[in-house]
Nanobody, 128 residues
């Protein structure tokens, strides 16, 4: 079965950390970009981070720069989003996908292939 499955979400206090995992099955992640997105209740989906396929180039939206780190291991067919210094406004359902939301109108070919895959999401709640 072709799918992306996220895990690692949960509830954490402000200032805490979580690491989300995104595991691909049924296909190889090697050539695909991997993006992390989030959607809070009543808000539009937001692109949080992206990592390229070929050289590991990274992108972060301004609100998470310096706090979130994206990584991937193509051998393990897995990507991660390490989140630290979490804030209540980070509360959302987090998704991984073989797509990215970059400032440019499109994902450059140098970043890798864009695909149709998207996980079901994992809930992250930051609250005291």
């Amino acid at each position: 079965q072709v799918q992306l499955v996220e895990s690692g979400g949960g509830s954490v206090q402000p200032g805490g950390s979580l690491t989300l995992s995104c595991v691909a099955s049924g296909f190889d992640l090697d050539y695909f970009v991997i993006g992390w997105f989030r959607q809070a209740p009543g808000k539009e989906r937001e692109g949080v981070s992206c990592i390229s396929s070929y050289d590991g180039s990274e992108y972060y939206t301004d609100s998470v720069k310096g706090r979130f780190t994206v990584s991937r291991d193509n051998v393990k067919n897995t990507a991660w989003l390490h989140m630290s210094s979490l804030k209540p406004e980070d509360t959302a359902v987090y998704y991984c996908a073989t797509d990215c939301n970059l400032p440019s109108p499109y994902v450059p070919a140098s970043w890798g292939v864009v695909g149709p895959h998207r996980g079901q999401g994992t809930q992250v709640t930051v609250s005291s």
